[in-house]
């Protein structure tokens, strides 16, 4: 499991509740469905409650200035010695800091600091899906890992913010704690995404359209034409696509030449990339199925059942994530359908597959580098502002493997 050095806020926003926890190098495991999920956490014994208890009491008596007139000093010096460590002797600052701790004092308030300053020091990350799936899909954590790489050296904080949550009320405290945002690919009419935007703070859109802002971009529809193409090319008629909701929650079946209006960046220009391919044949649009689901294994082995059984003879499953591709397999396999040789599956992302996936064949996908993304957003967010209309395009590349063979004969 990836782990990450910078700090990370984790912003739970359940119905009715807002708890926020920081850590360093957490962990988290999930899946979708029947799987189970499963954050770290550090329990909380009574003495330890006890002893925080103490401290907080300790600490509320011992101020920058009690600290200052214990020592016979200034108070400036005192807090120079956590602000401005330059400004004072290395002796000096040592002898500070080491009484401090004796009376549990810790250093002048982030959040006064905040409110003198105008700077809270951290960024928020708005992604899809539930806090866990940020520490569970292999993109996501390449993507943070790529984020966090240039906070740790900025010493700026991280705000995870999910947009599957209950409830929104405990958003706008959220507001007064970050400096800016990283969209990554959210959807743009959820409520806490215009929210974001309307708050005005520097901003940053990753596999998202808002020309207002800076974009970091994968070349998607340009990669999904040539994996449809290629799948096309060895003979395939009868393709479907699993994909990502259309609409935020939505769990549709329809067909390709239905107008499809949707405010996620990343399946509008993959579905387009699919169209266009499939445009050039002889193939009818209407014949084409696609599926909406959850990114994830058990979604893409439900969409395939889906699939199958409204149009068995389906040859060719494009996917527009791996984690779909590879429960789309093991579907098949469930079904004794033979990948390839039976129906051939493509995903998207050439994320690193798991033991459980070593039975199955070399998936034929899109590499895109998410820890670039990751880091190419932060640069832009931290040390660019945010500029308006830059454009940061990630090249994808197609990667052929054995989960697509030619068609077999009827």
């Excluded at 994968?218 to 290629?230: L, S, V």
Aim: aromatic content about 6%.
């Amino acid at each position: 499991m990836s782990r990450f050095n910078a700090n990370i806020l984790f912003s739970f926003m359940e119905k009715g509740c807002c708890g926020q926890f920081v850590a360093m190098g957490a962990a988290a495991t999930k899946s979708c469905n029947n799987e189970t999920s499963q954050i770290l956490r550090v329990p909380q014994k009574p003495e330890l409650i006890w002893r925080k208890e103490i401290s907080k009491i300790s600490r509320s008596k011992a101020t920058l200035k009690s600290i200052a007139a214990e020592l016979g000093i200034t108070h400036v010096s005192v807090s120079n010695a956590y602000n401005n460590p330059a400004k004072v002797s290395a002796q000096l600052r040592q002898k500070i800091l080491e009484h401090a701790k004796t009376v549990n004092y810790f250093g002048p308030s982030a959040a006064a600091r905040s409110l003198r300053t105008g700077v809270c020091g951290a960024i928020g990350v708005i992604f899809n899906d539930q806090l866990s799936y940020a520490f569970t899909d292999p993109h996501d954590i390449a993507f943070l890992r790529g984020v966090s790489s240039v906070c740790e050296e900025e010493g700026t904080n991280i705000v995870l913010i999910p947009l599957k949550s209950g409830g929104l009320d405990s958003f706008e405290s959220l507001d007064a704690i970050v400096d800016g945002y990283i969209f990554n690919a959210p959807y743009k009419s959820n409520a806490t995404t215009q929210r974001a935007i309307a708050n005005g703070l520097p901003t940053v859109a990753v596999d998202f359209d808002a020309p207002a802002y800076t974009s970091v971009l994968t070349n998607d529809f340009d990669i999904m034409r040539e994996i449809t193409e290629h799948v096309l090319s060895l003979g395939h008629q009868q393709l479907a696509i699993i994909t990502f909701p259309v609409k935020e929650g939505s769990h549709n079946l329809f067909t390709l030449d239905e107008d499809m209006d949707t405010d996620n960046y990343v399946v509008k220009q993959r579905m387009r990339g699919c169209k266009e391919a499939i445009g050039k044949t002889k193939i009818d649009l209407a014949s084409v199925l696609v599926c909406e689901t959850t990114n994830c294994e058990d979604g893409g082995a439900e969409a395939t059942r889906r699939l199958l059984q409204r149009q068995p003879d389906i040859t060719a499953l494009v996917c527009f994530s791996d984690r779909l591709a590879y429960g789309a397999m093991k579907e098949c396999k469930r079904l004794r359908l033979d990948v390839p040789q039976q129906i051939s599956v493509t995903g998207f992302d050439d994320i690193e597959p798991l033991s459980l996936h070593s039975t199955f064949p070399g998936l034929t996908t899109a590499r895109q580098n998410a820890y670039e993304k990751g880091r190419k957003a932060a640069e832009a967010l931290l040390h660019g502002g945010g500029e308006q209309g830059r454009k940061i395009e990630i090249e994808a590349t197609a990667i052929i493997r054995d989960s697509t063979a030619k068609v077999r004969a009827a």
